[in-house]
């Protein structure tokens, strides 16, 4: 009987609870429809959107603290590694090893202190601290379900009043439920009234307690993780006193944001043809043996050589030079000697002698009649050999007093050169350059600035069409190009 009558309280009690919650999600609906108005308190709300902002508050600030926690567990495992890192080096018969194994334990012990009063000090207040949202949370729940229900019971008692046909049982019955549903949403409402506000005014203590505490407890661990720090800086000059003459230099590295100019030095021309010029071992051709065997050694530079510009260039031809010819001129008259030139009797002048006729002009003219008077003498049992040679000039003037600095040239212009190969520019201050361009060339500003195997000019159609020397002139391989006047 006993246990029948318990089954019949429980099953009693879950019907009531359903029947409960039918009720409130009529009346929510009801409600929503507007057929049915709601109690509402403007001052309650405000606490509850207080209460939502100072629990999401309080939240990130404990998921906060817990991460910065990590991190101090984390640095004080680095900072355990890095002191065994140094009583591993450091060898037994140094002065202060002792001391050094001091610094190191006592260098644990307060990051550990550290980390265990920010848990007690910080954390668990935390904890505490937010550990009473879930209740208040709760209840705040549980006053709407009241006052749903006290709107319910309200609405009920008012239509069976204004029924046409009253029933009295059922109005007194509706009233007392009413009363009672009232009286429970009040006692709810008047103890929440009083703690949300109270709540939201503890927030600004508690949150200076935790900071205060937080910012304390570094302060004192890093005046004590300071003295530590001297205390090695000392044992450490102490041993560098010792060892003074084993010190170990600390170079300063350069920036990569600004690179020394490399020396510009000219290498084998880019398609492997052979070089011809005899004078393949100057400086302005050929690297040093060392630089040779190490392929990423760095070219010395010389102190003329450090400015910034373009790296080195991609490999020029190296061609022969007008001092060159001249040599060979002069070899002549060796035994050895095999002309590669032209040769001619003095009845047949040749187009060479013709070309080089009009381009040397009238100086050039006479000088060939003149081989060409010799020859008929018969004075000399060699050949008449005609050679096409460049007027020698000093300073930009051509000797014998004719100036070679034209006025449809830019000032200064010293010859012309013609690209043999392709050029590509690897800095702003060098010149673009395709095979056959026609290069005018003109003196550097500052002599100084000029790299060995380089230099400065404007090319002929840029001249022709913009006439602007500062845009459009700049620095290139001479090997890249052929004197052509």
Not at 69 to 74: F, H, P, W, Y
Not at 200 to 216: D, E, K, L, M
Request: with cysteine.
């Amino acid at each position: 009987m006993a246990e029948l009558g318990s089954k019949g309280v429980t099953a009693g009690k879950i019907a009531s609870n359903v029947q409960k919650k039918l009720t409130r999600a009529q009346e929510k609906v009801l409600q929503k429809l507007g057929k049915a108005d709601e109690t509402k308190d403007e001052q309650f709300e405000q606490c509850v959107q207080n209460f939502n902002k100072q629990l999401s508050e309080g939240t990130r600030l404990q998921k906060d603290l817990r991460t910065y926690l990590s991190s101090v567990k984390a640095m004080h495992e680095a900072s355990k590694k890095l002191t065994e890192c140094l009583q591993e080096v450091y060898e037994p018969d140094w002065p202060g090893r002792d001391d050094t194994n001091k610094i190191a334990e006592n260098n644990d012990l307060l990051w550990t202190d550290f980390h265990q009063k920010l848990v007690d000090q910080a954390l668990l207040t935390m904890d505490t601290y937010l550990g009473q949202f879930p209740d208040i949370k709760s209840r705040i729940a549980k006053r709407g379900r009241k006052l749903v229900d006290y709107d319910s019971a309200r609405h009920h008692f008012e239509a069976l009043q204004t029924a046409k046909k009253k029933d009295e049982t059922k109005i007194a019955k509706a009233e007392e439920e009413l009363v009672k549903a009232q009286k429970v949403f009040e006692e709810m409402n008047i103890d929440l009234q009083e703690e949300l506000p109270s709540l939201w005014n503890s927030r600004v203590g508690f949150y200076v307690n935790t900071f205060q505490s937080i910012a304390g407890l570094e302060e004192n661990f890093h005046k004590e993780m300071s003295k530590l720090n001297q205390n090695l800086h000392d044992v450490l000059l102490g041993l560098d006193k010792q060892y003074s003459g084993n010190a170990f230099p600390i170079k300063a590295q350069p920036s990569d944001s600004t690179p020394a100019k490399a020396n510009k030095s000219p290498s084998p021309p880019p398609d492997g043809s052979p070089i011809t010029s005899p004078e393949t071992k100057t400086v302005n051709h050929e690297l040093e043996p060392s630089t040779l065997e190490a392929p990423g050694a760095s070219i010395p530079k010389s102190p003329s050589q450090l400015r910034k510009g373009p790296p080195v260039p991609p490999p020029p031809k190296v061609t022969p030079s007008k001092e060159i010819k001249q040599e060979n001129i002069i070899s002549l008259f060796d035994d050895n000697f095999v002309p590669e030139i032209s040769v001619t009797t003095p009845s047949q002048p040749t187009e060479a002698a013709h070309a080089g006729a009009e381009a040397a002009g009238s100086e050039a003219a006479a000088g060939a009649e003149a081989s060409k008077t010799e020859g008929d003498s018969g004075s000399s049992s060699l050949p008449a050999v005609v050679v096409e040679t460049f007027p020698a000039t000093v300073n930009g003037t051509v000797e014998g007093g004719a100036s070679s600095e034209r006025a449809d040239m830019p000032p200064g212009f010293l010859f012309k050169v013609q690209a043999m190969h392709d050029y590509t520019a690897t800095d702003s201050d060098e010149l673009q350059l395709k095979a056959g361009d026609v290069v005018l060339v003109i003196p550097f500003e500052n002599p100084e600035e000029q790299d060995e195997g380089w230099l400065m000019g404007v090319k002929e159609s840029d001249w022709i069409q913009h006439k602007e020397l500062d845009q459009c002139r700049g620095v290139f391989p001479e090997n890249f190009t052929e004197r052509v006047q």
